[in-house]
């Protein structure tokens, strides 16, 4: 099963003021770090999500410090960049064309926000005929919100998604042994 690997707003605006920092950041960081390694060292194409706001004074606007994608990623200049205007990777985007060319049948799901963007994508790409997908456990993360605190967001999503719209996989199963990649020649488990 051919995969691709789906990083979504993963921007600077969440990391330029303390107030937008994302819950658990670093280790969420390190995990998408490890995710983009093992991708590039298995030929799994990597898709950077970009939300693009059309209000000129948005943080995520067009321009401004905050729109550009994280400069801590490790993202290389052969990696798709898929702008997006809505929460919603594949709503007027080149996404879904992208991946039927690249004649992709999983996605592997990481970023922010969990209940934003993240969400209406891995939502709409089960319906699109995506149906095997996998979110990586502690590669997405979110914000506080006034009702729940972004660890009980991240934890009610995942309870919702999980064997429904994607399978989660803990970080470990992508991750660097001595001898090279776990799993690497193997799929997930889904």
């Given at each position: 099963m051919k995969q691709a690997l789906i990083i979504v ?14 819950f658990d950041y670093e280790k969420v960081l390190e ?50 960049v898929i702008q997006k205007t809505t929460w919603d ?102």
């Open positions: 707003d993963m921007q600077e605006a969440f990391f330029l003021d303390s107030e937008n920092y994302l995990n998408i770090n490890m995710l983009i390694t093992w991708a590039r060292n298995s030929e799994v194409p990597i898709i950077f999500i970009q939300h693009t706001d059309s209000n000129k004074d948005d943080d995520f606007a067009f321009g401004k410090p905050g729109w550009d994608l994280y400069h801590g990623l490790l993202r290389q200049p052969e990696d798709k990777a594949f709503y007027q985007t080149e996404l879904a064309q992208y991946l039927q060319e690249q004649q992709i049948e999983q996605l592997i799901f990481a970023g922010a926000q969990t209940e934003f963007c993240l969400d209406t994508t891995i939502r709409n790409a089960y319906s699109r005929g995506y149906q095997h997908n996998i979110l990586v456990e502690g590669a997405h993360t979110t914000l506080d919100s006034r009702v729940l605190n972004a660890q009980q967001i991240i934890k009610h999503h995942e309870s919702v998604w999980h064997n429904r719209f994607v399978n989660i996989q803990p970080s470990t199963f992508f991750k660097l042994s001595k001898r090279g990649f776990n799993n690497a020649h193997k799929q997930p488990r889904i």
